[in-house]
């Protein structure tokens, strides 16, 4: 069965020009000039990804999408938005959406993009643990000592990468480019700033779990019992 992508996005020229490039990549479209009716399908009938235009009639995409991550957490979802600045950028990947692009854009690049989108969030019925981390991938659920951590979205994916990656120092590009998206490679702030927050979660003070290589990235260095 091909991949199902919802596509939300009020101009007709824009939407034809989308569908016609991700369906001859195979994938089935579905699409919706408003981000109400987008929901409810997102909730009835949950697609393989969906992407998102901000600028919609009723209710914008930003809310929409902090709206679906209040019960869904796994769906990896694209915004395609005209608003270029940095903020907007920033405002878009913490409402909860895995990569940003921005209009206008080329066929080629969006496609990529969708099948990089797709492979990076692909569920994994896998069950990890360390020392005392469990990470159910299936179900988007890591706890500490039998208890649940309550993680952000962008969270649960830089603490499930770093521990898939235990094996070596991930540098911070790589993790900005896998966690935030190629319009985000560069940006720091947004890093650091999650890291510090995990850290705190965690009970980390950065040599237990997450720890710091300098000038380079970071390590999940949790004893592992798998």
Not at 31 to 40: E, G, K, P, S
Not at 152 to 168: G, P
Request: charged share 35%.
């Amino acid at each position: 069965m091909n991949e199902r992508i919802y596509v939300v996005e009020d101009d007709e020229n824009i939407q034809e020009i989308i569908k016609l490039a991700l369906e001859s990549n195979g994938y089935e479209i579905r699409q919706f000039d408003n981000a109400i009716d987008a929901i409810v399908a997102i909730h009835d009938d949950t697609p393989d990804m969906a992407i998102f235009d901000i600028m919609l009639p009723e209710l914008d995409g930003i809310s929409a999408i902090k709206k679906i991550r209040e019960t869904n957490t796994t769906l990896p979802i694209m915004v395609l938005s005209a608003k270029d600045r940095e903020i907007d950028k920033v405002k878009g990947l913490d409402s909860g959406c895995d990569d940003y692009m921005t209009k206008p854009f080329g066929v080629l690049e969006l496609s990529a993009r969708v099948r990089s989108l797709l492979r990076r969030t692909k569920k994994e019925e896998k069950l990890i643990k360390t020392a005392d981390l469990s990470v159910d991938k299936s179900k988007h659920i890591i706890k500490k000592n039998g208890e649940q951590l309550e993680l952000t979205h962008k969270e649960y994916q830089l603490l499930v990468y770093l521990i898939d990656n235990r094996e070596r120092v991930v540098e911070r590009e790589e993790l900005l480019n896998n966690i935030w998206g190629y319009d985000f490679m560069g940006e720091s702030r947004a890093l650091d700033v999650h890291i510090r927050s995990l850290r705190s979660k965690l009970g980390d003070d950065g040599s237990h779990y997450i720890k710091t290589i300098r000038s380079v990235g970071y390590r999940f260095i949790g004893d592992q019992n798998v």
